[in-house]
């Protein structure tokens, strides 16, 4: 009889801390909704186009401003989009910045990231902005939505040579030059490709345990004893 009333109200445990989960996780994903993927995106894709703000810059006069020469080629685009929005909200207030290396074509996954990064109220209260840089692209129709995503959202820098996996260290160099002369107050950068997630309030906090130094720093893991790879073909 024990035993029965014992499986009993075992089961009665379990049912409530089913009901109290699907609570919760249904309560979660209210709350954090920003950060679901944003499935009307073909429909923003389409609406691009009536975006009437244009902003660009011209990448082969701006990278050599104080400097003779440029440590990376570039080729002769003329004026390509920049992130206007970005820079302006730099300016102001910004602490972080979110650094994105992106590919052109990947539309969806900036538009994920931008649903998570791009939330008002956290990013007013860390003071963090987010920019994405990619580079040319040799198919015109991705390039031209590019350009319009862009001008919708003042977040892309489109950096003047070939996006490709060898040119990541251009994309990165010019990438911080760019971040350097358009958001001085910023105090870390948070560097992120495009297929990774972050959990922004552990790094918002992480980064606010660690007082500003006037020294350089670099947050990162790092590999002792590793081997070092010298086959050209590995990533």
Not at 47 to 72: D, I, Y
Not at 113 to 141: E, I
Not at 192 to 210: E, F, G, K, P, Q
Request: charged share 20%; aromatic share 12%; hydrophobic share 35%.
């Amino acid at each position: 009889m024990a035993h029965r009333r014992y499986r009993i109200y075992r089961g009665i445990l379990w049912i409530l801390i089913a009901i109290i989960a699907t609570i919760t996780y249904i309560h979660t994903l209210r709350r954090h909704k920003k950060c679901a993927p944003p499935f009307s995106y073909a429909v923003q894709l389409r609406n691009f186009a009536n975006s009437t703000s244009r902003k660009f810059w011209n990448p082969g006069e701006v990278l050599r401003l104080g400097h003779e020469g440029l440590p990376f080629p570039v080729e002769e685009t003329g004026d390509l989009p920049t992130a206007h929005n970005t820079a302006s909200t730099c300016k102001k207030r910004s602490k972080y910045i979110f650094f994105v290396n992106s590919t052109p074509g990947n539309f969806y996954r900036r538009a994920i990231m931008r649903s998570c990064l791009s939330n008002t109220n956290f990013s007013m209260y860390y003071r963090w902005t987010t920019v994405f840089f990619v580079g040319l692209s040799a198919d015109s129709a991705t390039a031209k939505q590019v350009e319009e995503e862009a001008a919708q959202h003042g977040d892309v820098v489109v950096l003047p040579f070939q996006d490709s996996f060898t040119n990541r260290t251009f994309k990165f160099v010019y990438g911080m030059k760019w971040t350097i002369e358009n958001c001085p107050s910023t105090e870390y950068v948070v560097k992120l490709d495009d297929d990774m997630v972050v959990n922004v309030s552990m790094v918002m906090n992480y980064l606010r345990a660690h007082s500003t130094s006037e020294k350089l720093e670099c947050h990162c893991n790092v590999y002792k004893n590793a081997l070092v790879v010298r086959d050209v073909k590995s990533k």
